[in-house]
């Protein structure tokens, strides 16, 4: 079974660009999250799909930051402008219905 | 508010000393609390869970955890490490919702000496 595939692994870009994060879940999995970790701070939840439908977007940061999940298949998420507050590693996770999380590798995202 | 602390930002043991990474959570009810590890270029891996039931969990890699009620702690424990088990580790506990979200603490950095 394939797992969680999250892609770039890195990225760096200059303030003011944009950037698209993608995510392929298992398949089969109806829960996507993102989560995002600040250097040195905790990792925090960004979002929560229930197939195609955002379940929970409460821990988005602002509106330069827009997620997408098409057909219930692979997420995206877009940052922009992006701004160096917004670097960090993004982390995507799938589930079905339970904690039964599997998380991807992460993107690590320098905004310089 | 529900919140998870890790104290120990980083800690050094020697390869083949017992381990104990601290973790105290702030929650209303019983919480759902968890381990994940994640080593260099992996992503986060689940070592342990408590849900209910007996407070002493076993996981994988030789791991355990202990949950206590009385003190609000979760503390994972090994008792020889590995260079292997040099990584990053973290706890966390499920928020009580409909969204099986997970509240995490900043994670500790776990150094080996040979």
């Known amino acids: 079974e394939a797992g969680v595939t999250q892609f770039p692994s890195h990225s760096v870009i200059e303030k003011g660009q944009t950037v698209t994060l993608r995510c392929d879940p298992i398949?089969?999995?109806?829960?996507l999250y993102w989560y995002r970790r600040v250097m040195g701070k905790e990792i925090k939840f960004l979002l929560h799909?229930?197939?195609?439908?955002?379940?929970?977007e409460s821990g988005m940061p602002n509106n330069r930051f827009l997620a997408e999940r098409t057909g219930g298949t692979y997420s995206t998420l877009k940052v922009q402008p992006a701004e160096l507050e917004d670097s960090g590693v993004y982390f995507c996770a799938s589930s079905q219905n339970n904690y039964g999380y599997t998380f991807g590798s992460g993107t690590r995202l320098t905004v310089v | 508010a529900q919140s998870v602390t890790q104290p120990d930002i980083h800690i050094t043991v020697s390869e083949g000393a017992s381990l104990e990474l601290r973790c105290n959570y702030s929650y209303g009810a019983t919480p759902y609390l968890f381990w994940y590890v994640q080593s260099p270029g992996q992503g986060l891996q689940l070592l342990l869970k408590y849900f209910s039931g007996d407070t002493l969990v076993q996981g994988i890699k030789g791991f355990e955890a202990e949950f206590k009620r009385s003190q609000s702690s979760f503390n994972l424990r090994k008792p020889s490490v590995h260079w292997s088990d040099a990584a990053e580790y973290f706890c966390a506990v499920g928020a009580r919702n409909s969204n099986y979200q997970l509240i995490w603490g900043a994670g500790t950095k776990l150094i080996i000496k040979p």
């Open positions: 398949s089969g999995h109806d829960n």
């Open positions: 799909f229930v197939k195609e439908s955002k379940q929970d």
